[in-house]
């Protein structure tokens, strides 16, 4: 985590070390060297079948141990788009170029590694440059340059990096501390400061969900983002800017105007969802998903020229299209009708809560953005399902309680939504729902559980039950093997699940420090509210170390024992105030802490 490197000890006499260069992005790394002494090791090549994704041709380089995998994409999204070039550069044996063209050589050889001379080093370059030429060239510079070189360049840019971004600490339980570790580095090898791009379900490290954008970046990854390295929040937001053709396609091909965002969105922006799956239909909650992240950066970090450029096209687009989706009925409410929720076991349903909820929080922002009295008064009478005689909202007309769910929906709507539901009905909300929540889901879910059972907590007793039932529960079934990796759902789906790491670590920032991000345009100056929960039960320590505010103008770090402790900077011209307000009535040892902006006094 320290140095951006997976690092493998085999019986304390060969070292492995891979990476993904920091500097070079288009460099991967793999370094053995010996640990004490000499040893003799074999290495085997290990090819795999066939790419079905791209016809590859092998080109040899006469006199060296490497070779050129080069070709093309076999399948583009539509008929109008181009296919890709690809080009790889890989570590070959010359004995082994005798291989047939288009296909990956299978290899072994023997290596003699001693611990007194350089460590072995492969590399592997990938590439859309067609001028291979130019690209033998910068390969011969990775080959020419010093293996202590590029150890460190890359070590340096990586810590940049960590030194930039918000830290979680975790103290007093090994495994939790691990799989934090593990979490912030999933997210951040995910996406780059360079690249107006946004993170699939399995991040860069699988091919899992064919490397598509879901509703997993906006709602699990990107709140860790926005207060971890907003740089790449915003460029997770820029890569739906960029491809809001794509969205105007999809709402125009459903007879709807403005923007209708692909469930599946890829290469071209376009909806990518395959035809026998009907979410890409009928899942049209990420339209208001995307809404919401949007709003969030705005919130939290204020710059007049990325609301002005980014963040209020993504709200006006998407309220044009909400406006021209819902339907008003002989209640004079209006209704959303025909989807499919956040829980995935059903479909063709009417009036999901978050659905409704978030359609409703992305109308209202767009309004912020560009005044539009039909816009509020679609927000303002939205249909909210209720249900009086057991005080807790129905997941959708017609649900009824235990039905098994997929993940967390209904839920979502107190955090990360912040609606001011009643707190009778959000706590009737979470009894119920935890019941019928099936514990095979998605491994995120828990984690929203956690963090809003213990904004409601009234006592050490809920915040262990909390803590053991959902935080330790979604951890503990979900994580993986020696590098604390995440599964999709315990022990199937996806591996390498950033979406799991994203929900993960919001229990952290949003449970245990309590953050909430605040904006009311009669108090602008209020940037964010904590109210830290003391962690209990195995856990002694959580520390959050420069939480971004304002861009990163303002930085918060909160340390959560017994007690809590806050730190912030600030910019120059910056006067920040806090003010706590104690809860005496309460068991728990919490208090508020309001960070507020002050103006800077004239000079009498």
């Known amino acids: 985590m320290e140095t951006g490197r997976y690092l493998e000890r085999m019986d304390d006499t060969v070292e492995r070390t891979m990476y993904v260069h920091r500097e070079h992005k288009n460099l ?66 010359r004995g082994m170029h005798s291989a047939k063209i288009g296909e990956i050589s299978s290899w072994s050889q023997y290596f003699n590694l001693d611990s007194s001379k350089d460590p072995l080093i492969f590399h592997t370059m990938i590439t859309e440059e067609t001028d291979t030429a130019k690209v033998l060239q910068e390969y011969e510079q990775y080959l020419n340059t010093k293996s202590e070189v590029l150890m460190s360049t ?75 390295h907003p740089i790449l929040a915003k460029n997770g937001l820029q890569y739906r800017l960029n491809h809001l053709p794509g969205a105007r396609k999809k709402a125009a091909d459903n007879k709807y105007l403005g923007a209708m965002w692909p469930w599946e969105s890829s290469y071209s922006g376009d909806e990518m969802t395959p035809r026998f799956a009907k979410t890409g239909q009928m899942e049209h909650h990420i339209s208001g998903d995307i809404v919401f992240a949007a709003r969030q950066y705005d919130y939290l970090h204020r710059n007049a020229e990325v609301r002005k450029n980014l963040l209020c096209p993504l709200a006006i687009e998407t309220a044009i299209y909400w406006a021209s989706r819902v339907e008003i009925d002989f209640d004079g409410l209006y209704h959303i009708r025909n989807i499919i929720p956040p829980d995935e076991y059903v479909e063709n349903v009417d009036d999901n809560i978050y659905t409704n909820d978030v359609a409703k929080i992305s109308l209202l922002y767009a309004n912020e953005c560009r005044a539009n009295e039909t816009w509020v008064d679609i927000a303002t009478h939205m249909y909210v399902e209720y249900n009086a005689s057991l005080d807790y909202h129905p997941e959708f007309t017609g649900y009824v309680p235990s039905r098994k769910v997929k993940q967390a929906d209904v839920i979502l709507v ?7 539901y009643t707190e009778s009905s959000l706590r009737n909300d979470l009894r119920i729902y935890e019941k019928a929540t099936d514990w095979k889901g998605p491994a995120m879910t828990w984690a929203m559980f956690f963090i809003n059972s213990v904004e409601l907590a009234n006592s050490t007793q809920d915040v262990v039950r909390a803590t053991h039932r959902h935080l330790y529960k979604g951890f503990l079934l979900n994580m993986k093997g020696l590098f604390y990796v995440w599964w999709e759902a315990p022990h199937v789906g996806a591996i390498h699940f950033a979406t799991g790491a994203g929900g993960f670590l919001q229990a952290f920032v949003f449970g245990f420090a309590g953050l909430r991000i605040h904006y009311d345009p009669n108090k602008p100056e209020v940037l964010a509210r904590f109210k830290p929960i003391t962690p209990l039960e195995l856990v002694t320590k959580v520390q959050v170390e420069d939480i971004h505010l304002l861009e990163g103008k303002v930085k918060i770090s909160v340390m959560v024992e017994p007690g809590a402790t806050f730190v912030w900077t600030r910019n120059e011209g910056l006067y920040l105030s806090l003010i706590h307000i104690s809860e005496p009535t309460r068991p728990l040892y919490i208090s508020y802490a309001v960070f507020c902006l002050k103006k800077k006094k004239k000079k009498k």
Not at 414 to 420: A, D, E, I, R
Request: aromatic share 14%; hydrophobic share 35%.
């Open 28 to 93: 991967l790394v793999h370094e053995m060297k010996s640990i004490n002494g000499f040893h003799e090791v074999c290495i085997k090549s290990n090819p795999g079948p066939p790419s079905k994704d791209i016809n590859f041709t092998k080109r040899v380089v006469q006199g060296k141990d490497y070779a050129v995998y080069y070709g093309w994409t076999q399948i583009i999204e539509w008929d109008s788009d181009p296919n890709l070039y690809i080009a790889v550069i890989t570590w070959e044996p």
């Open 154 to 228: 890359h070590m340096a840019n990586w810590k940049n990096l960590r030194q930039t971004a918000a830290k979680i600490k975790v103290e007093g339980y090994t495994e939790l501390t691990r799989t934090v570790n593990s979490s912030v580095y999933e997210l951040l090898i995910s996406l780059r400061e360079d690249v107006y791009w946004s993170s699939s379900p399995g991040g860069l490290t699988t091919n899992s969900y064919n490397g598509h954008v879901f509703w997993d970046f906006e709602t699990w990854m990107y709140p860790v983002y926005l207060v971890m």
């Open 414 to 420: 107190s955090f990360p939504l912040g609606q001011n």
